[in-house]
Each structure stands twice: as C-alpha cells, then as structure tokens.
C-alpha cells in the first residue's frame, strides 16, 4: 500500500513537472490557419494563428509542427490582453517528417508567419501540395482558409471546403475541424494548374515582405572592399617601412 | 588611455554610427513599393515596430491599404500624408522612435544570424580599415611636424 502511494506522489510529482516545464500537448482552443501558394513568392505562405485555451498558465514553452519544407520562418509572436504585440525568440529543430518550432510564449495567443515550399514552380505545370495542419497540440475549433492564387486553374481542394468566398478580389475555400486530437494526422490537398511562375502579388505591393539588412549582395561587397582595401594599406606599410629599414 | 586606443574607439564609433543610421534611416526598397513607405510609418499595433518590419495582422492592413494606394497612383508622398490626416502624428516615427523600433527589431531575431554576422564583420573590417588611415594620418602629420 504504502509503495503504490509512494509510485502515485512521484507520478503526480513528474506529471507536475511536466506542465510546468512546458512539455506539449496543451489545448488550443481556436486557431486559424490560412494557406496562400504563389502569393508574393513561388513558395506558399501560411499564417497560422490562436489562442490557448488555459490563459493563465502562460508563460510557458510550447511547440509546434510546421512542415519540413519551411524556408523562411517571418515571426512568431504573443499578443497580451492589452493588444500589446511580443515577437519572440525562436529554436527550429529540423527533422526528416517535419520542423519543430519550440518557444515561450509570454501570453496564450499565438501567431506563426512562415513560407513554405513543397512544389517547384514551371512554366504550364500542375502545382500539387497536401498541407500538414499542425495538432501538435489539441485543437477544439481549427479554420483553414486556401487562397486561390491569381491566375490558377483546375483549383481543387481535398476534403471539400465547407465555404468558398471572395475577399481582396481573391477566391479563399474554408475548412472547419472540431475537436482534433494532439497528434492527429490532419491534410488538406490542394492541387491546381498554372501557365505563367509569377506569383499573384508583385512584389512591389506585397504586404508580407519584410525588409533585409543588406540589399542583393551589398553586405559582401562592402566586406570583401573593406578587406582588399585593408590589405592593400597593410602592403604599402609595409612596404615603406622595409625602405626605411633599408635606408 | 593612449592615442592608439583613442584612435581605436573613434575609428569603431564612426564605423559603428555610420553603419547604423544607414540601416536605421535608409531604405533599399524604392519609394513606389510597400516596404519603401511603410519604411516611414510607425507600426499601429501598439509595438515599437517599424511598419515595414510588422506582420501583425493590424500592420498587414496597412500595408494592404498602402499597396491599394499605389496601385491607384498615389505617390509615397501622398500616402504618408493620408496615414497622417486619418491616423494622426501617431502613424508617424521620430527619429527616436525608429531608432526604438529597429533595437526591438534587432534584440528580438528579427534578421537572420547570416546577416547579423555580416554586419559585424563589416564594421570590424571597416574599423580596422579606419583606423589604419587614421594612424597613417598622424603619422605623417608627426614627420610634417618634425622637419
């Protein structure tokens, strides 16, 4: 009797120290995901945001599972009651299936910006891609949107989309999911034709783009300048000052 | 503290202040573009972000309506002064903001380990660099003095 007790304190001990280590899966209790192929790059672009359902367990470390294709990881942010926006540092753990993304979020809503690349594009090609949605954690309500890109054909979305509207003058088919499991597998194929490799958004009035510290390869001609220029100084120097030894 | 020293950390303080007012205050996107005038707004979404650098879905907006514009004509000018007639003084930076907003930028990742290296190396070669022509300067201003 007195074994089983002590096997049930330290098994309450460890689940204890589980939760309060910040080990998944927590619940989530709406998120939102909205997948846009082609928008201002080749790549798909995926939003992914929402809110735990204990706000006051946070802070604490969570994880999530992006596909293992993600290029570009954007942001990854917490938003406090007050509206206040908290981008936080994150740890991507490359995998064979998929990445895991581990951070600590200091309030329960959530908010991952990526892109992804599961297809090349080409000239008058079919683009086909089945989007993993994330369960890392259990989800109560999930909504996944798909974009249809400008100029797409033969657009087909797997399962079928529960609504399909229009908003910005682009096509969005909606999916709702209820009550999904941690760890539950969880696919929406897209798959649709496309002439040209342009993506729907030019660039130039893209909203997604985020600036970069040095434009095309400036950083590295300003190093490589810098150091042949140090160099050249460090020969003449030294050049001069053997003439004067010489003297 | 002695003159090489003196000449190290003026050398670093120049490099280092050039550097950064070209990040902080010069845009590489052309004015026509979303980044090159959200480069000039400050990011409504009760961060320190620059708008440029905001992905929040309230920056996004914004950015949304500043591509509309575009398309439809309008040019940065115009734009800034719209955001500020509807949005008022809040909509724009001063000088202190974006400095607070490129720090947030910077202090929370928002650049990748590649460039952030880059940047340093940069003003590392290029204070060496400095210093360098600085010592030879004095150098030669000591000759010119002896004879």
Sequence with gaps: MRA???????????S???????????EV???????????DSSAVLVIQEGKFADRTAFPKSVSFTLPKEVTKLTDVCSLSPGGHHFCQLFKLDYGA???????KLPYSDFFIDYQYAPFT??????REFSFPLDTTNSVKTLEAHIQEPYRSERFTVTPTPVETYKKDGFNYHKFIFKDIKAGERKFIKVSYSKKDIKPSVDEMYSAMLTPSLFSENSGEIMLVLGLATLGLLWFFRRRKGNAVDDI | MTSKSVLLL????????????KYIFLVNAPPDSVMGVSHSLACPCECPMVLEDCHMSCGLQWKNQIGEKLTAGLAKDDIVAYFYKRYGSES????AQRFAGKWYQVSRGGYPV????????IVLVWTALLNTVLVMGKEKLQSLTKK
């Design chain 1, 16 to 26: 204890g120290h589980a939760m309060a280590d910040g080990k998944p899966p927590y």
């Design chain 1, 121 to 126: 594009v080409s000239e008058n090609s079919v």
């Design chain 2, 114 to 121: 590649k460039d952030m290296v880059l940047f340093g190396m």
């Design chain 2, 10 to 21: 003026v050398s670093f303080i120049v490099v280092s202040s050039v550097m950064g007012a």
């Design chain 1, 29 to 39: 209790g709406r998120m939102k995901v909205t997948i846009m192929p082609e928008y």
């Design chain 1, 97 to 103: 299936e998929d990445t895991k993304l581990n951070i």
């Design chain 1, 4 to 14: 089983l007790a002590l096997v049930a304190v330290v098994t309450l001990l460890f």
């Design chain 2, 92 to 95: 724009l930076l001063t000088p």
